[in-house]
C-alpha cells in the first residue's frame, strides 16, 4: 500500500476523474469499432454477452468480484458471494436441460453489476462513490482482460511483417539469452517446464492475490488507498499493445522456431543462435499475437514485485519468486528476447510512478523520473529498430549500455518513490515511554 499522503489540493479533482472515464470509454468505443471492422466480437461486446451467456473467463469474473467485495462488510461479502454462486447454479441447471455450452461466472457479473446499482438508487454521499469504486475495479479487471485479448488479434490482423530479425541481432548484446535459458529448460524439462508454465501461466492469480492483501483495509477505513497495484496492471494491459502496432515482434519460438512451422525463417531455437547479417521485416501468419515488445509478463511480474516490497515477508517472497520465475518462463519457453525484457522492466517502472503522481501529485521529482523513463524506452526501442547490427557486433559496448540504461531508471524510481514513502519503521520499532503522573500541586501554606 503506497504510503505517502498527499495535500487536498494535489488530490485529483472529480474533472479529472470524468475525463478519465471518458477517455477510457472512448478507447473501448474505437477498439470495438476496429474489432468488427474484422468481423470480430470487441471488448464491450464480449463482456455484455457474458451476461447472460455462458462466460469465457469465469475465474476472472469471480476475480473481479473478489476485488469488487473490498469495500464491502464481511457479513455483505458472504451475501455477495452466496448470491453469485446461487446465480450460477441457476444458469447451470438451465443449460444442462438445454444442453448448452456449460460454464461458471454470471453470477459474479451479476453481483458486480447489481452492486453498481445499488450505489446509484440507494447509497449517497461517501458510501456511493466507495461502492462505485469497487464495482468499477471489478469491471475494470474484466474488461482489461478482454481489451488485451482484442489488441492481441488487432496486431495479428494489421500487421503482415514483423521485426524480430531486427530483435535477434540487438539481443546478441546481451549474450542472447533466450537461447540460453531455452536449453536450461529443455535440459530440466519436465520439472522446470510445469513449475514454470505454472508461474507464467498463473501471474494474473498472483496479481489477485497481492491487490486483495493490499486492498484488506479499505473496508475499515472506507477509502481506498492513493495508489495500489491493480491501477498500474491495468494501465500497463491498456497501453502496452499499443507498442505492439508500432513494433511488432512474434517471438523466437515462433520465427526461429519449430511453432512457427512454414512462416519460421529457420529453425534455430533454442540451439543455433542468429547469424549476424542485415535484418529485414519478413512475413509472417494472421494469427501468431505481434506481443513481445515490451515483454507485459515482465511488465506486471515488477509491478507485482514493487508492490510486494511493502507487504509481510512471506509475500515479499512471493513476489520475488514471481518475479524470477516469469522472467525464467518468457525467455525458456521462447516467447520473448531478453531485450524485450529490459524494455518491460522500464515500461512497468514508467506506467508505475504515473500512477503514484496520478494520486499524489505531478511533483517535480515524479515529472524528472516519468521523464527519464519515458525517454530510455523510446531510446530502447529505436536502438533495436536503427543499430541492431552495432549492437551484434559489440556486444561488449551495448550490452553494458541497455543494462546501464534500464538500472537508471530502476536507482531513479527506488530513490524517488523513497522519498515519497513516510519512514514509519522507526517509529513503530522505538520503545514506548512511561507515562509520568503530573506534577502535585503545591498546597499553600497556611497563614
Given amino acids: 500500500m503506497d504510503g505517502g499522503t498527499a495535500s487536498p489540493r494535489r488530490r485529483p479533482k472529480a474533472p479529472l476523474w470524468a475525463a478519465a472515464g471518458i477517455a477510457t470509454l472512448a478507447f473501448l468505443v474505437t477498439l470495438e469499432i476496429v474489432a468488427r471492422g474484422y468481423g470480430l466480437p470487441g471488448p464491450i461486446t464480449d463482456q455484455s454477452r457474458e451476461v447472460i451467456l455462458a462466460p469465457e473467463s469465469g475465474p476472472l469474473l469471480y476475480a473481479g468480484l473478489a476485488l469488487t467485495l473490498v469495500v464491502l462488510t464481511w457479513r455483505q461479502r458472504f451475501i455477495a458471494v452466496g448470491t453469485a454462486v446461487g446465480i450460477d447454479l441457476v444458469f447451470w441447471l ?21 452492486l453498481a446499482v445499488v450505489a446509484l438508487a440507494r447509497r449517497t454521499g461517501p458510501e456511493r462513490i466507495l461502492l462505485l469504486k469497487g464495482s468499477g475495479l471489478g469491471l475494470l479487471l474484466v474488461a482489461g482482460h478482454k481489451t488485451g485479448d482484442t489488441w492481441l488479434i488487432i496486431t495479428s490482423k494489421t500487421r503482415p511483417t514483423v521485426l524480430d530479425p531486427y530483435v535477434a541481432l540487438a539481443d546478441h548484446a546481451l549474450g542472447d539469452p533466450s537461447w540460453l535459458v531455452g536449453r536450461m529448460v529443455e ?138 520465475g516469469t522472467l525464467t ?44 523513463g519515458t525517454t530510455v524506452f523510446a531510446a530502447l526501442l529505436l536502438s533495436y529498430r536503427y543499430l541492431p547490427l552495432e549492437m551484434a557486433r559489440y556486444p561488449w559496448v551495448w550490452g553494458p549500455l541497455l543494462i546501464l540504461a534500464m538500472t537508471s531508471v530502476i536507482h531513479t524510481y527506488m530513490r524517488t518513490t523513497r522519498l515519497w514513502d513516510p519512514q514509519t519503521a522507526p517509529e513503530q520499532q522505538r520503545e514506548p515511554q512511561p507515562v509520568q503522573p503530573p506534577p502535585a500541586q503545591k498546597q499553600p501554606e497556611p497563614v
Avoid at 262 to 284: E, R, Y
Avoid at 341 to 358: E, K, N, P, Q, Y
Fill in 94 to 114: 438451465v443449460r444442462w436441460i438445454a444442453g448448452a455450452s456449460m460454464n461458471f461466472g454470471n453470477g459474479a457479473l451479476w453481483v458486480v453489476l447489481g
Fill in 187 to 324: 535440459a530440466t524439462d519436465p520439472i522446470s517446464t510445469h513449475l514454470l508454465g505454472a508461474v507464467y501461466g498463473q501471474l494474473p492469480l498472483a496479481a489477485a492475490i497481492f491487490a486483495l492483501y493490499q486492498l484488506r483495509h479499505v473496508a475499515i477505513e472506507r477509502r481506498f488507498p492513493q495508489h495500489h497495484l491493480v491501477r498500474t496492471f491495468l494501465v500497463i494491459g491498456l497501453l502496452g499493445p499499443a507498442i505492439y502496432m508500432i513494433f511488432p515482434v512474434a517471438g523466437p519460438i515462433f520465427v526461429f522456431g519449430a511453432d512457427g512451422g512454414q512462416w519460421a525463417v529457420a529453425n534455430l531455437w533454442p540451439h543455433t543462435t542468429p547469424p549476424i547479417t542485415a535484418p529485414h521485416p519478413v512475413p509472417f501468419d494472421e494469427i501468431t499475437p505481434r506481443n513481445c515488445m515490451p515483454s507485459l509478463h515482465t511488465a506486471w511480474a515488477t509491478a507485482i514485485f514493487i508492490h510486494s516490497r511493502k507487504g509481510s515477508r512471506t509475500m515479499r517472497w512471493i513476489g520475488a519468486f514471481w518475479l524470477i
Fill in 329 to 372: 518462463a518468457t525467455l525458456g519457453f521462447g516467447y520473448h528476447y531478453g531485450v524485450d525484457l529490459v524494455a518491460g522492466v522500464v515500461f512497468a517502472l514508467t506506467i508505475d510512478a504515473a500512477m503514484r503522481s496520478w494520486g499524489r501529485g505531478w511533483e517535480p521529482a515524479a515529472v524528472r523520473l516519468i521523464a527519464l
